[in-house]
């Protein structure tokens, strides 16, 4: 089962060194690297685009700066999900 998708991440594939220890480190093992080559000649992270939880683990293990940006969305509200039951 994937997990609720929290976070999105982006990568930047020009500053990826295709060193995988981002996909080794996501819990809901959202990323993988890529087929296609960028320009250093490495396999960049990708991103599946659902099932991130925002929780930045691949972020902080990056060795390289800039490459990883994680965005966390908010999480839903209890007054939300409580009205919605009511209806």
Do not use: Q, W
């Not at 990826?16 to 819990?27: E, I, R």
């Not at 599946?48 to 990883?68: D, H, K, L, R, V």
């Amino acid at each position: 089962m994937m997990a609720v998708s929290r976070g999105n991440v982006k990568i930047n594939i020009e500053e990826c060194k295709g060193c995988g220890l981002c996909v080794d480190s996501c819990p809901p093992k959202c990323l993988s690297l890529a087929a296609e080559l960028n320009a250093y000649g490495a396999h960049p992270a990708a991103y599946a685009g659902e099932g991130c939880t925002g929780c930045g683990i691949c972020f902080y293990c990056c060795p390289e700066p800039g490459a990883i940006t994680v965005y966390r969305m908010p999480a839903p509200r209890a007054v939300e999900a409580s009205h919605a039951a009511s209806v």
